[in-house]
């Protein structure tokens, strides 16, 4: 009996962890948006605190939610830096599903604008320099930017170095989330998550269904557990490694 107990809390343990936390961070997306800015900090950062955000696309997404929210409420300094976080993890994000002040967006376009220019490897000295270079004359311009041919291979080598190689080898999506692939990093997320956690559950049932000296009171049923079990295992193997191969192509 005590067997028995362990094993049913190492299942409910076992879907806690996979358990995604994306169904709260859209309601702190909501309250964002509803100018609840204190509720939607109250929402998120303890995901952020607890370690409970796991993937790429759901960090991104906490602390762009805490960057606005933190922003709206005169909280720069806290703001800047969830603003500059969250472009480590995802360089292209967009704020445009949100209505924000005209302070907030500024700050947002700002550390934007500065993490591009640290991709193309010109970064200046300090804001002053930055916000010259932007009011320079196009003549200025035409003199000071590389060429063309240049300026794009800088582009595409930026790009590369930002993908970090090692999460592509990593399953449940995350090559795919490092390449900001979102569609795809979650559908590989879904199947595998749903496909490992159905082999995780169908074998502690079929322990729990198997007697001291190996024997099965329910025949038919263990031998489902069994079926359900491999095919589940080998089905999510299969979408492990096509997830990789598809993160590293």
Not at 47 to 71: F, M, N, P, W, Y
Not at 217 to 245: F, K, N, P
Request: hydrophobic share 40%; aromatic share 8%; charged share 25%.
């Amino acid at each position: 009996m005590l067997q028995k107990g362990i094993i049913l809390f190492i299942l409910c343990l076992t879907f806690q962890v996979m358990a995604s936390e994306w169904p709260m961070l859209k309601q702190a997306e909501v309250e964002v948006k509803n100018h609840n800015y204190k509720t939607a900090i109250d929402l998120t950062l303890p995901l952020l605190d607890a370690l409970k955000l796991s993937t790429v696309e759901e960090i991104s997404q906490g602390h762009k939610i805490l960057g606005i929210a933190r922003c709206e409420l005169g909280d720069i300094g806290n703001a800047k830096e969830h603003f500059e976080t969250l472009v480590v993890f995802s360089p292209k994000e967009s704020i445009q599903d949100f209505q924000l002040s005209q302070v907030c967006q500024k700050l947002f376009n700002k550390v934007m604008g500065r993490a591009e220019v640290r991709r193309k490897g010109v970064m200046p000295k300090n804001s002053d320099q930055l916000h010259s270079s932007e009011n320079k004359s196009a003549t200025i311009e035409i003199q000071t930017v590389p060429k063309p041919t240049i300026n794009l291979r800088l582009q595409e080598q930026s790009q590369e170095s930002d993908i970090q190689k090692w999460k592509l080898w990593i399953p449940f999506g995350v090559g795919q989330f490092e390449k900001n692939e979102k569609k795809k990093g979650t559908f590989f997320l879904t199947t595998q998550s749903v496909l490992f956690s159905t082999a995780i559950t169908t074998f502690i049932l079929f322990k729990i269904d198997q007697n001291a000296d190996g024997t099965f009171d329910h025949a038919r049923r263990a031998e489902t557990y069994r079926i359900t079990l491999w095919s589940s295992l080998g089905a999510g193997v299969v979408s492990t490694i096509w997830g990789i191969w598809d993160a590293k192509k």
